[in-house]
């Protein structure tokens, strides 16, 4: 029998027991409406492995990023995944308060560099005393206004801990260079030359447009600072990581699955295209771009083959699209892989997240990735994760890791008819929807008019009339909620090491902090120097990353410099889009 | 016949905090159920907020924060709600709030809070329920 006979075969049966065995045993319990699937050959016809799959670390990534599924071995501090970082992400209230809690973390063994939160005012530009954002300072993340703050942080990463040894994470979007200018400086004070700084910003704007909102210009002026960074990072920064991009918040701010990686690669190729414009060889930057996580659901086999997708789908962008010839520029590096998405964790019966996350790190060791179990799961009870709900999420991790033997096989699902078949069909539909957005002229013009907002919000509230009508079903929150479900609690034990009281009390001191560098800097250099950036910026050619660097050095707040920017650049036009 | 009025609703974001799901979800949610809503973005001031409350007469101010600023912000717009005569406003709240300052919101004059998993339905109940009345 030859292959297409074969095929015929299996179709001329899979008929018969659809009719004779499956459908009658569906009505049997009533299933006749979704009766259970199961998938075959057919599915997959024209599978071809070199070209669908290829091996783990090679082309087309389908498989896995890397040859290994990397298991540290046991010892002290060893973290699941291989990462060693001083703490997840974190940041508290004042520089002061900051530094005491990555010294503190140090003592537990948590060492390596920061994965830095900062406030929303800094985030969004503003100094800790601006009226405006009263109430924010220290909330979320740390607060930054001038190099002095960077100076008092990282006191705590000395010697062994020092700048040219950690890799220090940052996430920030809308003011990257004037961040990594006063990283910049800080190195230069300690005698550390920029080349050997290690780290990763999050630079990716053009999601906050989408989902989050921590923008400050338009999308295009935004793109110029996008590009500052690749010119400046490639021929400068050689240990720094250009962007960190994260369809994971569009997919928490409600886009669908397809929609978060349609949206994702399209912001992706137009971060690429800056790169490529700019006149930068593809493989001397594209190995620079990283991802931080495309989103997750409880959706099992559906978020493994996303993850598939996502693999082959960016490879093939930069290596048809782009011409890139490394490897490392069709790789995505990525800390996380499936997982289940903050957005499922429910606040009633909150322990029952740590299942949750459980059944997303299965996903990701299964779909080629390393397992973590994430979120903790009191994710949705309040700010600042309880140290028991991430020694939990930590242990889970681990015995999945060296309990289980998962780890010893990579992509165990390759050649599943099912999961091959999914695989397809969610880059499939990804391409149709990027196809969408190619046809307005990419991301940019995308977000100018809209578009993706609308589409995620539309999708969001589809979800939720979905979860109204009992359609999804999440168990403590639309179904198995009567009076005789037992209402679990869980109480904190250890305490938290950054207290309420300090919490409080941040506002006030970094602001009095902030007032002791505007006293005791050269008010006047710094006035010359915001001059100097503010006919920079009117130059569209001009790369504003030098003058970053100079004002940093100055003590410049970063709210002058951002507000030198939106003379210049304008500010995005609040979206309301309901 | 004489036509009923909606109920009238501002969905505001107050603050820096950009998180939008929730409140862009309530306001076509609400919007499904015969309300008249107006979503004012993100990054408003509470000034911004109680501005829009008075212009458009609403009859409810949904206030929607995940950034842990809910104490400073929803206080500040109820006060400035009444300071400008608008007593009988129903203000609300939801988002990342914990536990224990649901009663200080409440003292000071938020009605309600509604927490991540609250079903659309029930919202628009307790709107229907506490709303001021047609006078």
Not at chain 1, 38 to 67: C, K, S
Not at chain 1, 77 to 99: F, H, V
Not at chain 1, 150 to 158: C, D, G, K
Not at chain 1, 261 to 272: C, F
């Given at each position: 029998?030859d ?6 075969n ?7 027991w ?7 045993a569906?009505?049997?319990?009533g ?12 599915d997959?016809e024209?599978?071809?492995f070199e ?12 498989a896995?990023?890397?040859?290994v ?6 010892q002290?501090?060893?973290k ?5 970082r001083?703490?997840?992400y ?6 002061e ?5 990555y010294?503190?973390?140090?003592n ?6 920061p ?9 969004c ?6 009226e405006m ?6 909330k979320?993340g740390?607060?930054?206004d ?17 700048l040219?040894?950690?890799a220090t994470?940052i996430?920030i979007?809308?003011?990257v ?16 030359p920029?080349?050997q ?18 923008y400050?210009?338009p999308?295009?002026p ?21 962007t ?24 992706g190729?137009a ?5 490529v414009?700019a006149g930068v ?10 991802f ?15 993850q598939?997708a ?5 490879a ?11 490897k490392?520029?069709?790789r ?8 289940i998405?903050?957005g499922?964790?429910?606040?009633q019966r909150?322990?029952?997240n ?8 299965i996903?990701?060791?299964?779909s080629?990735g390393s397992?973590m179990?994430?979120p ?8 600042g ?10 242990d889970?991790?681990?015995?999945i ?7 010893d096989?990579?992509d165990?699902l390759?050649?599943?008819?099912y ?5 397809n069909?969610i880059?499939e ?9 190619e046809?307005?002229?990419?991301a940019?013009?995308a977000?100018?008019?809209?578009y ?12 939720q009339a979905r979860?109204?009508?009992?359609e999804?079903l999440?168990?403590?929150v639309?179904?198995f909620?009567e009076?005789y479900?037992l ?11 950054y207290?309420e009281e ?16 505007k006293?005791?800097?050269n008010n006047r250099?710094?006035?010359?120097l ?5 006919k920079?910026?009117?130059k ?5 990353m030098p ?19 939106r ?12 | ?17 950009g ?7 309530l ?6 159920q015969?309300?008249?809503?107006i ?5 408003q ?6 501005n ?5 007469d609403?009859d ?15 206080p500040?717009v109820v006060?400035?709600l009444?300071?400008?005569?608008a007593d ?9 709030i ?20 609250t ?8 709107i229907?329920e ?6």
């Amino acid at each position: 029998m030859d292959k297409n006979e074969k095929l015929n075969n299996i179709k001329k049966k899979k008929a018969e027991w659809e009719e004779k065995v499956l459908i009658p045993a569906a009505k049997r319990f009533g299933m006749e409406k979704r009766p259970t699937k199961f998938h075959t050959p057919l599915d997959i016809e024209g599978f071809d492995f070199e070209r669908d799959v290829g091996f783990p670390g090679q082309y087309p990534f389908t498989a896995a990023t890397y040859p290994v599924n990397l298991v540290p071995r046991i010892q002290k501090g060893a973290k699941p995944g291989g990462l060693k970082r001083a703490s997840q992400y974190s940041g508290y209230g004042t520089a002061e308060d900051t530094r005491d809690y990555y010294k503190l973390m140090a003592n537990l063994s948590w060492t390596g560099g920061p994965n830095l939160a900062l406030d929303l005012p800094t985030q969004c530009g503003y100094d800790s005393d601006n009226e405006m954002v009263e109430g924010e300072v220290g909330k979320v993340g740390v607060a930054i206004d001038t190099l002095r703050d960077f100076e008092v942080i990282f006191e705590a990463f000395t010697g062994d801990q020092d700048l040219d040894k950690i890799a220090t994470n940052i996430t920030i979007n809308a003011s990257v260079g004037i961040m990594i200018a006063m990283y910049i400086a800080l190195a230069e004070k300690r005698g550390i030359p920029m080349a050997q700084l290690k780290g990763t910003p999050q630079n990716d704007i053009l999601k906050e447009f989408v989902s989050r909102g921590t923008y400050i210009y338009p999308p295009k002026p935004s793109m110029r600072l996008f590009r500052d960074c690749v010119v400046f990072f490639t021929e400068n920064l050689p240990g720094i990581n250009i962007t960190s991009i994260g369809g994971y918040h569009i997919r928490e701010g409600g886009a669908t699955r397809v929609q978060e990686l349609a949206y994702s690669m399209a912001i992706g190729i137009a971060y690429l295209q800056e790169g490529v414009n700019a006149g930068v060889d593809i493989d001397a930057f594209a190995p620079k771009f990283t991802f931080n996580a495309f989103g997750g659901s409880m959706e099992f086999f559906k978020e493994i083959a996303f993850q598939r997708a996502a693999r082959r789908m960016w490879a093939r962008i930069l290596k048809e699209r782009f011409g890139a010839k490394k490897k490392d520029s069709m790789r995505i590096r990525m800390p996380l892989s499936a997982h289940i998405g903050c957005g499922a964790t429910t606040k009633q019966r909150a322990l029952n997240n740590l299942t949750r996350s459980v059944v997303g790190a299965i996903a990701a060791v299964l779909s080629g990735g390393s397992p973590m179990a994430f979120p903790p799961y009191d994710e949705p009870m309040g700010l600042g994760w309880s140290l028991e709900a991430r020694q939990l999420a930590e242990d889970a991790t681990r015995i999945i890791m060296y309990e289980t033997g998962m780890c010893d096989v990579i992509d165990p699902l390759a050649g599943s008819y099912y999961v091959e078949s999914l695989t397809n069909e969610i880059e499939e539909a990804a391409w149709k929807e990027l196809e969408k957005v190619e046809e307005m002229g990419g991301a940019v013009p995308a977000i100018e008019t809209g578009y993706m907002q609308r589409e995620s919000a539309k999708s969001a509230a589809e979800r939720q009339a979905r979860i109204e009508r009992r359609e999804d079903l999440i168990v403590g929150v639309n179904c198995f909620t009567e009076e005789y479900e037992l209402d679990v609690t869980t109480s904190k034990i250890v305490e938290h090491p950054y207290s309420e009281e300090k919490r409080y009390e941040a506002e006030k001191r970094q602001k009095a902090n902030l007032a002791e560098v505007k006293r005791t800097r050269n008010n006047r250099e710094v006035t010359r120097l915001l001059k100097e950036l503010e006919k920079a910026a009117k130059k569209e050619d001009v790369n504003l990353m030098p003058f970053f660097i100079n004002l940093a050095k100055e003590y410049a707040t970063l709210q002058e410099q951002c507000d030198v920017l939106r003379g210049v650049f304008g500010e995005w036009q609040l979206d309301t889009f309901v | 016949m004489e036509q009923q009025r909606k109920i009238k609703v501002l969905m505001a974001k107050p603050g820096l905090d950009g998180h939008d799901r929730g409140a862009k979800v309530l306001a076509f949610g609400l919007r499904d159920q015969g309300m008249e809503v107006i979503y004012t973005g993100r990054r408003q001031s509470a000034q911004q907020i109680v501005n829009s409350a008075l212009q458009e007469d609403v009859d409810v101010v949904g206030l929607s924060c995940l950034s842990g600023a809910h104490l400073t912000f929803f206080p500040k717009v109820v006060d400035m709600l009444r300071e400008n005569g608008a007593d009988d406003m129903l203000v609300i709240g939801g988002g990342i709030i914990p536990d224990e300052h649901i009663p200080i919101l409440k003292e000071k004059g938020v009605t309600e809070i509604f927490g991540p998993g609250t079903l659309l339905k029930d919202i628009g109940d307790f709107i229907r329920e506490n709303v001021r009345k047609e006078t």
